[in-house]
């Protein structure tokens, strides 16, 4: 989780990058996978772990070793409440995908360019 979180929502010089992408392979219960596709069609490796409802990939570029998104399967149905009151269901098998489509350093926050 730690690694995940460092990846996805912080900056890091591309040798930290790189260290990361060899690194998660020998952290105990994480899967790669190559070809795996984000929200954008973009394709990476993904670094899987398996909780106990799903499969959480992030997905990294192979060559630049940057966050492309994430990839989750659902392993197990999970019913939920909306705020109305009536229930919807999260079937196994069901998979979510996120993209990152830009991500650079700015002065302040909130800033755009």
Known sequence: MEINQL??????????RAALFRALPTVKGITMTEDVPV????????FGF???VARQ??????QTFRYLGS??????????ERADGSRGTFKAGTVSLTAQLEAKIVNQPGQRS
Do not use: F, H, K, M
Request: glycine residues 6%; proline residues 5%.
């Open 39 to 46: 929200a954008d069609g973009r394709r990476g490796v993904a």
């Open 7 to 16: 990846i996805s929502e912080q900056w890091l010089a591309p040798e930290v």
């Open 71 to 80: 990839n989750s399967t659902r392993l197990q149905d999970r019913t939920y």
């Open 57 to 62: 990939s992030l997905v990294l570029d192979p």
């Open 50 to 52: 398996d909780d106990d």
